[in-house]
């Protein structure tokens, strides 16, 4: 618009306009005049202080102050005034206040002479509000981040709640905090709440050890509450305006106004936290609840961790416990198989020598023979438990080291050929001849694998054939050779819902005739061996058609060049020995039987046996004979054979004499500690003979004599013989298969009358050979021949 075209209104429509503007301004506005009466006051500010506009014509502007405030200006201040600007509380016409902004001019007439004053007059409650609103949402917000810091920091979740649920009461100007849990009624199933952490300003008391605030039931206190809460929603108000039920609860408590947020965790809803308002009818923003669910969230977070890292102390407790039990059951178990294999030893012993008698009758062979072989079971099954527990307590280790793979699988089959043919079975076995010749592995427990698969495959097939199958697998690369045993029958197979659980100690599947011969603990120590090696047994199966097992393992070819495998002891008997000089053997053992046994296997051989039966007798019997070997028994009362091999071992003069520690423990630890003492060799009990003898002649100078046909019926002249009576006694004797005491008794005679000698070596001899039937066809002969 430009100067030319612009029209200046008249003075009075001038006046009129200006005043028009001034009545319809949202500002109130006022003119009063010296003395502070209102000469005018605009629309909007009559509207503010609740008066019509023409009532304040004449009234002194003292009346929109509170009378505290009412001071009217002198003139002189008046005059000296350059105006005011401030930030005030008026009073409405109704008696209530409200803030202000105020700003305030002096009006000048022509004369430049003050005349009056305006006065604008801002109503400032909603600024002030949100003003308000904002600081106590900065302090609220400050609260929660202190009581997150709380829940994250490193304290136990007690203190760390408690804390929090300070924290937060305080800087959300708070009565009262609280937390609740559910949980859930084990005889209703209805879902309970009950407070578990609480927190209260000093103006009101504490609420946690009131019991009606344990175990309330939702349903029946506040149903309203569980829909909310499990919806993830909040539950606030003013507790005038709520429900009669819960009304009644809350001012019970001095409530007057609450905000419950849920706890959820894991989307599961835990319980609530609660903040009470007990002064004041405290109205909760949306932005204020919405902090406080985030803090709920926290909490839900922190109870969660809680939870966990409960539950990871649990397991680890559980885990210490099971591992002290797995460590007493260990215990048990060796304990008890050193219990078993002692008394063991005695009646393996013994029908190994009493097998032998020829005079036994056939019921009374068969006895003994089932004797023999439920002993055996038991010591299988013992040495099964045993194993199973090492693998389990994992004290059980792979031993590798180089072995002959050839020559371990010919020895397998070669055994099992036996077996399978004597139940009438045909047995194939195709070994890879690319294999390497040495491999390094753990050949005792391969063996021991395939001896369980093929021993199963014999055992449950009636008619066909069993196939041993050892291939090179083409994946295996030099030096690694991965190998794969597969063991297929023709037997009674096994049904698909048992096969899956075969693996499972003490899993039988079939009737009790076959489980009789086994323990159902094979095929487990089998997997557990082979998962050991880093393989796996697999099984496949139909019933009445056969099984298959195979598995794969990497056996890595070896460079070394193996020594020569000792010569073992021929398959013959041992009569005696060959040797420049005889030799004495002290049998230091507090057992009777185990002595008596020993005694039995090598005094007739022509050793000089000694006994002892504790730590120190065997000190002194060692002084007092000077034995050219020790057979030693670990466990034994005043000391034990430990400490006797560490004395013995401190005599200049038996520095050099064999000790071989018997024992039935069969830990390594134990055989370890037998080498380090001093010990040349371990035998575990029972023992096998063959295997007594062949360390005896390890560490004495010795040869063994073999019986042979013509030596067995060779007639010896004898120089003398012992009394007729005497002849009938040892007959007696020999009837009833009384070996010790016939022994005994020719050693008597002996001694007595060194002239019959002759004979008693003879009858020696056949003792050693357990030819009974021969020692009473003999003896018959002499009475007949003392007759003539
Ligand atoms: P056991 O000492 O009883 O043989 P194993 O653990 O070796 O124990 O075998 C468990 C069970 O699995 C056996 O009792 C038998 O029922 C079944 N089984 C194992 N091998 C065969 C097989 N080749 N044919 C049929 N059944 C078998």
């Known amino acids: 618009m430009c100067a030319e075209t612009y029209k200046t209104p008249q003075p009075d429509e001038y006046l009129f306009q200006l005043k028009q503007a001034v009545e319809i301004m949202q500002l109130g506005l006022t003119i009063s005049d010296l003395d502070g009466r209102i000469v005018y006051a605009n629309f909007a500010d009559a509207a503010m202080h609740g008066y019509q506009q023409d009532e304040l014509i004449g009234k002194n502007v003292g009346i929109y102050a509170p009378p505290e405030l009412r001071k009217p200006p002198t003139l002189d201040q008046l005059k000296q005034w350059k105006g005011l600007i401030r930030e005030s509380v008026n009073l409405r016409k109704d008696g209530t206040v409200f803030p202000v902004w105020l700003m305030s001019e002096i009006v000048k007439n022509s004369d430049g002479e003050p005349c009056a004053i305006v006065t604008s007059c801002e109503d400032i409650t909603e600024r002030k509000q949100s003003a308000e609103t904002l600081r106590r949402q900065a302090k609220l917000l400050r609260g929660a981040a202190e009581a997150m810091n709380c829940l994250l920091a490193n304290m136990d979740f007690q203190t760390a709640i408690s804390e929090a649920l300070g924290k937060l009461g305080l800087a959300a100007d708070m009565d009262r905090v609280y937390l609740f849990e559910n949980h859930v009624e084990t005889d209703s199933g209805r879902i309970l709440m009950s407070q578990r952490y609480e927190w209260v300003s000093a103006a009101v008391s504490p609420q946690i050890e009131n019991l009606d605030l344990q175990n309330v039931p939702y349903e029946s206190a506040c149903p309203r509450w569980y829909a909310l809460l499990s919806q993830n929603l909040p539950v606030r108000g003013v507790v005038r305006d709520f429900p009669a039920k819960e009304r009644e609860t809350l001012e019970a408590q001095g409530i007057r106004s609450l905000l419950v947020v849920p706890i959820m965790i894991r989307d599961e809803f835990w319980g609530f936290i609660g903040f009470d308002s007990c002064q004041s009818e405290r109205e909760w923003r949306d932005e204020e609840e919405a902090i406080l669910l985030a803090v709920a969230g926290s909490i839900g977070d922190a109870l969660a961790r809680k939870q966990a890292e409960e539950e990871l102390r649990i397991q680890r407790e559980a885990k210490i416990l099971a591992e002290a039990a797995s460590e007493s059951k260990s215990e048990f178990l060796r304990n008890m198989s050193h219990e078993l294999r002692t008394p063991l030893n005695g009646i393996l012993g013994y029908t190994q020598i009493l097998k032998a008698d020829a005079t036994l009758s056939d019921q009374q062979r068969n006895a003994i023979e089932i004797i023999h072989r439920s002993g055996e079971h038991l010591l299988l099954m013992i040495n099964e438990i045993l194993d199973l527990s090492k693998i389990e307590s994992r004290e059980m280790s792979l031993e590798p080291c180089d072995f002959k793979l050839p020559d371990m699988l010919a020895m397998l089959v070669d055994m099992m050929r036996i077996r399978a043919e004597q139940k009438g079975l045909e047995f194939v076995a195709q070994i890879d001849h690319t294999l390497p010749a040495i491999v390094y592995g753990d050949e005792k427990r391969l063996r021991q694998i395939l001896l369980n698969l093929l021993g199963n495959a014999v055992k449950f097939t009636d008619h066909g054939k069993v196939a041993f199958h050892v291939n090179r697998t083409a994946q295996g690369q030099y030096p690694i050779c991965k190998v794969q045993f597969s063991i297929e029958d023709t037997g009674i197979g096994i049904a698909p819902e048992h096969l899956e659980h075969i693996f499972s100690a003490f899993y039988q599947v079939h009737d009790a005739r076959r489980s009789n011969e086994g323990t159902g603990l094979g095929l487990a120590i089998s997997q557990r061996l082979a998962g050991m090696m880093g393989t796996e047994l697999h099984a ?121 520690a018997i024992s039935a423990s069969v830990s390594t630890q134990r055989q370890q500690e037998c080498f380090e003492v001093g010990c040349w060799a371990f035998l575990p009990k029972p023992f096998s003979i063959q295997t007594l003898l062949e360390l005896l002649r390890t560490y004495l100078p010795l040869e063994w004599r073999y019986a042979s046909e013509e030596e067995c019926d060779q007639q010896e002249p004898l120089d003398r013989l012992p009394a007729r009576e005497e002849l009938h006694a040892l007959y007696q004797l020999a009837l009833g298969g009384q070996l010790t005491r016939l022994r005994k008794r020719l050693q008597e005679i002996q001694t007595s009358d060194s002239r019959i000698t002759p004979f008693a070596q003879k009858i020696c001899q056949y003792l050693q050979e357990f030819q009974v039937k021969k020692i009473q066809a003999c003896i018959r002969e002499y009475m007949e021949d003392s007759h003539e």
């Open 540 to 660: 496949e199966s139909l019933v009445g058609k056969g099984s298959r097992f195979w598995f794969e393992i990497d056996l890595p070819a070896s460079q070394l060049l193996l020594l020569q495998t000792e010569n073992r002891l021929e398959d013959q008997r041992i009569i005696g020995f060959n040797a420049p000089t005889s030799f004495t053997i002290l049998i230091a053992d507090d057992n009777q039987t185990n002595r008596s046994l020993l005694r039995d296997v090598l005094s007739p051989l022509g050793f000089k046996i000694v006994e002892a039966e504790n730590g120190a007798e065997t000190i002194s019997k060692m002084r007092a004979h000077a034995p050219d070997l020790l057979l030693l028994d670990l466990v034994m009362p005043v000391f034990d054979g430990l400490e006797a091999t560490r004395q013995i071992r401190q005599m200049p003069e038996f520095q050099q004499t064999p000790i071989i």
